[in-house]
Nanobody, 125 residues
Framework: VQLQAYGGGLVQPGGSLRLSCAVSGRTFSNYAMGWFRQAPGKEREFVALITWSGRGEYYADSVKGRFSIFRDNANNMLYLQMNSLKPEDTAVYFC???????????????????WGQGTQVTVSS
């Protein structure tokens, strides 16, 4: 499986961006999918997770109410809509495939077995 994340860029505080992740393979709909981010000098952190059906969504407290994760299983696409962006959202954003299809809470990092290459998001005036 290959994951290709794109859509990052430079945006002013308060602005919006939509990240996309194209996933190869015919089993995309069998897996939960997540977004992570990593800022310089910091560890990779969880941002959002969506279950295989799209009915379950989980968010980090830092992005809850501002970010929205959704997926298009027919086209093997994962998205992250980011609104009301803040300078502290600046990071490289990664999409990732979880080993399972459903979780009742965000799983640990080792539960993700495939990663995209990352796309840079910079929030600055």
């Amino acid at each position: 499986v290959q994951l290709q994340a794109y859509g990052g860029g430079l945006v002013q505080p308060g602005g919006s961006l939509r990240l996309s992740c194209a996933v190869s393979g015919r089993t995309f709909s069998n897996y939960a999918m997540g977004w992570f981010r990593q800022a310089p000098g910091k560890e990779r952190e969880f941002v959002a997770l969506i279950t295989w059906s799209g009915r379950g969504e989980y968010y980090a407290d830092s992005v809850k109410g501002r970010f929205s994760i959704f997926r298009d299983n027919a086209n093997n696409m994962l998205y992250l809509q980011m609104n009301s962006l803040k300078p502290e959202d600046t990071a490289v954003y990664f999409c990732a495939r979880a080993r399972g299809n459903y979780y009742q809470s965000p799983p640990p990092l080792y539960e993700y077995d495939a990663w995209g290459q990352g796309t840079q998001v910079t929030v600055s005036s």
